[in-house]
């Protein structure tokens, strides 16, 4: 026995409208001749005839995929680009902000190897100084020694 159905169930199998399933029926008049029978204003498919419309969907299905694919490969393609530039500008920012960094460090060594110069140069005064100082002492007590044994003589 032919299983017949309404226009309304075969748009529920397939998820879409009535009026989808109309147009495809009027789009697949000579496929579907013989396999559509009209019963008190209410239109009913065979077997065959839902088979017929299953493939005319799946065949706009496909094309819809295939151009939503395509969309979306679009986008997916302009956001990574997007991501790219984004962190190449980053990097470069990035780049930027440590040669400053490299650079102000550099600055500060040689200010502080000035400095530590400076101090070298002022220890290595203070410490002739000291020297001096120290020879002096030393003579002063040689005198002190002569003078107290010429005084005592």
Known sequence: MVMMYKVIDVA?????SKVT???KISSNKEALKGHIIKKKNITYLDDEAVEIIKN???V???????KLIDEELGRVYEDIK????????LKSEKIAIMNDDIMDLESQIRHLKG????KENRLNSK???LDNFEELLKMNKELIKRMDRSISE
């Open 12 to 16: 529920k199998l397939f998820s879409v």
């Open 21 to 23: 399933i109309y147009k």
């Open 56 to 58: 005319s969907l799946q």
């Open 60 to 66: 706009n299905k496909d094309k819809v995929s295939g």
């Open 82 to 89: 997007a991501y790219q530039d984004l962190t190449n500008k």
């Open 115 to 118: 400095q530590v110069t400076v």
């Open 127 to 129: 410490q002739l100084i």
